[in-house]
């Protein structure tokens, strides 16, 4: 014990370890009421959550995009693919995600003008449209294309109307689907275009001089100084007959990289999409090279597309500029028939272009169809349109592949009469050359969907 020379010293003693031990306690007390408090808030969290999911289990009408909890049977299930996925966990959206994903949609029973299909005594009612997904389907078998797939949507709502896929090897099923990301040819040209029209003042009677032939990829053409050229093109007709040195001019020498590959981003390329199915993300990278820039923005390289997402850039012609959010449930009905999900007002992804960009381009795409590249599609041999009453509007595109092999010849576009649209994208993948191309198919989905 150490030595206390007077009173005072001894006080001071005295205090200094009371006041020590008065900290500690302190530090007790005070450790025991935090730790109240967070049991506290765990607990009650935990009570509003078991109480929330007490409240969605019973059978009322919910509104969302989300789905009210669902237990689908086990047996239901038999004899289909599921890699290590157990049946028995579907109780949200999450995993009714996992069950698309090993398990695709059906579309065969048809009820009040919807395909239904039953998954675990709950009946899925689709947007699909039967009139387009079953032509979509008889024109792909009749023609024995090796590979073939369409994909339409409503640009006001993001209804899927659509959603076909064909493969004359059935082995090779799996290689095509709206969901999954193709080279997409000049269909890159809607983005670069848009980007000109919106940022770049374009006009479709803008002349755009180029040396050449419209198309190929002659390096000594698309390098050219911004002014010469002695051949000249309006901006509607290189859009329409898809002159790709033109292009090319576009998009190298008036929108640059920075502006191509901002379009490309609002357009929601290099983004998820948000779907109930797996919905592969459609990629584009603008590089630095200024001729590699120029092919890029003419639909040569660097970019690809998954039809679904063809069809939503389509879409934005036809409905003020907007890229919808897509979605292909209706509604869910329970065992006991009482609607438990129903998909609430259409969603808004991204407005990548002004209303009045959105008129102009889609006069251009029209023009495609009337007197450009996808004329022969839409017009008959004598000259006669093929679909009376209808504006059909589009951008074609072709470009080789390698997965799956063969030449790629895509439709994007749309149709609408008396206040009725639908936009689409159709696919066919040939080897050798085919009978119809991807702007056949559309023409004779649009045909199905308005007649």
């Known amino acids: 014990m150490e030595r206390i020379k007077d009173w005072k010293s001894y006080q ?91 398990n695709p949609p059906v579309f065969k029973t048809i009820l009040n003008g919807h395909y239904v299909q039953k998954i675990g005594g709950y009946t899925i009612v689709y947007t699909v449209d039967p009139a387009v997904q079953k032509e979509a389907e008889k024109v792909f078998k009749k023609y ?18 659509g959603f ?68 000249t093109i309006s901006f509607k007709q290189a859009f329409a007959k898809s002159c790709d040195v033109a292009f090319g001019k576009v998009a190298g020498y008036y929108v640059g990289r920075k502006l191509l590959t901002d379009y490309f981003n609002k357009f929601y390329f290099n983004n998820k999409i948000p779907f109930i199915l797996d919905l592969h993300k459609s990629k584009a990278y603008i590089p630095r090279k200024f001729y590699q820039l120029e092919l890029t923005g ?71 169809v009337t007197k450009g590249v996808a004329h022969p599609d839409f017009y008959s041999t004598a000259g006669r349109y093929m679909l009376p009453g209808v504006i059909a509007g589009g951008k074609t595109g072709t470009i080789s592949g390698n997965n799956p092999q063969g030449l790629y010849q895509w439709f994007a576009g749309f149709g609408e009469m008396n206040g009725k649209k639908i936009a689409l994208s159709a696919l066919v993948i040939e080897n050798p050359v085919w009978r119809i191309e991807g702007g056949g198919v559309a023409e004779k989905a649009l045909l199905a969907y308005f007649f």
């Open 12 to 102: 001071k003693t005295l205090n200094k370890r009371k006041g020590k031990k008065n900290r500690f306690v302190s530090f007790i007390k005070y450790t025991a009421i935090l730790i109240f408090i967070v049991l506290l808030f765990y607990g009650s969290s935990a009570l509003y959550f078991y109480g929330k999911s007490i409240f969605l289990a019973a059978n009322k009408k919910v509104r969302g995009t989300g789905i009210r909890p669902i237990l689908f049977i086990k047996d239901s299930l038999i004899g289909k693919k599921f890699s290590n996925f157990d049946i028995a966990d579907v109780k949200s959206i999450k995993s009714l995600k996992r069950y698309f994903k090993y």
């Open 144 to 161: 024995s294309v090796p590979f073939g797939v369409l994909a339409a949507v409503n640009p006001d709502t993001g209804a899927v109307l």
């Open 298 to 368: 003419a639909g040569f390289k660097n970019v690809k597309m998954t039809p679904l997402h063809a069809a939503l850039v389509a879409g934005s012609a036809v409905n003020g500029g907007k890229i919808v959010k897509p979605y292909i449930i209706k509604e869910i009905i329970s065992s006991s028939g009482k609607v438990v999900y129903i998909h609430k007002d259409a969603g808004i992804l991204n407005v990548p272009i002004t209303t009045k960009t959105a008129y102009i381009l889609k006069r251009m795409m029209i023009a495609t």
């Open 164 to 231: 076909a896929s064909y493969s004359y090897n059935k082995s090779k099923s799996d290689e095509i689907s709206p969901l999954i990301a193709y080279p997409s040819g000049s269909l890159a040209k809607i983005i670069t275009a848009s980007a000109a029209i919106e940022s770049k003042g374009f006009y479709p009677g803008l002349n755009i001089c180029f040396n050449g032939t419209m198309y190929g990829t002659d390096k000594a053409y698309w390098k050219q100084n911004i002014g010469t050229g002695s051949n």
